[in-house]
């Protein structure tokens, strides 16, 4: 029986697209046929769950005070003990169905107050590995076939719980003035997560995010990662869409939306090649 594979997105840096990397690729993965939970580990925004329409719902949840336990219960000590006196109920009441195939582990203002709480555990093992443990323990027995996280686009307690327990990082960037320049950043800063962590990370996919064929700035960006990161740049690169945004803003992806401009179509395509290319790098 083989292990639920798990993949985590992230950058250091907010609207490059990772919420709309992992809501797409997880998507796609479940077009494939595999099982799919994503988990928005990224904030009290809770973008994951506004985009795929299930914001409404939770956040009426979390008013009515009906919204224990939820993610942000899964990091703390006492974890073990609510999930034993709770038993199945306690995994699958944090869980949802889109709609469109994945389920989803929506993010709770709870989030908020764990980086500080975190941070007063002692030893680092325990400390980045809380998160680790919940996936391994309490989701594997649901037999998903894909775990994909939505990271904070910052480095924190939570961000590292999160690289730590998945290890296969997929980051979507975008081209702007400033970017093409700091391509070897990202092998910087992911060496030193690992460091401080004691395990390898592996830039698993590299996603060229919102690029446009008609500019210079975006071709030249294309190819300095490539030059870069030769073996994890995806193939297929996401054309910048306004039909992502929209579809967004009406709470689903582009594979629920009929949206049908050549932008459109392309970006689709390109989030379906590279989860078949991720699928294959994992
Ligand atoms: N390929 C794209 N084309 C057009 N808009 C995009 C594309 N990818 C992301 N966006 C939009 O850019 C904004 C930031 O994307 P998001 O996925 O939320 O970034 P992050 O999670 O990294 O902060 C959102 O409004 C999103 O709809
Ligand atoms: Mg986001």
Known sequence: MSRTLRAGAFLDKGGTGKTTTVAHLGVALSELGRDVLLVDLAGKQADLAKNFGVWDEYSERIEAEDDWPNVSTAFREQWGRIASKLGDEAVEGMIFETGEGP?????????????????????????????????????????????????????????????WAVRNVVVPVEAGPFEARQAG????????????????LSLTMLVLNKTDSRTRLSAEFAEEYKQEYPEAVASAQVPRSQAIRNAANDGKTLFASDASS??????????????????KRL
């Open 103 to 163: 389920d989803i582990i929506p993010a709770h203002p709870g989030l908020d107050g764990l980086d500080t709480e975190l941070n007063e555990i002692e030893d680092t093992h325990e400390r980045y590995s809380r998160f680790d443990d919940f996936l391994t323990e309490y989701v594997e027995p649901l037999d998903y076939d894909f775990v994909f996280l939505d990271l904070p686009g910052s480095t924190n307690n939570v961000s590292y719980n999160g690289l």
């Open 262 to 279: 050549t932008t459109a179509e392309r970006a689709r395509e390109a989030f379906m090649e590279n989860a078949e290319e991720l699928l």
């Open 185 to 200: 950043r990202l092998r910087d800063d992911l060496s030193r997560i690992s460091s401080s962590f004691d395990v390898e």
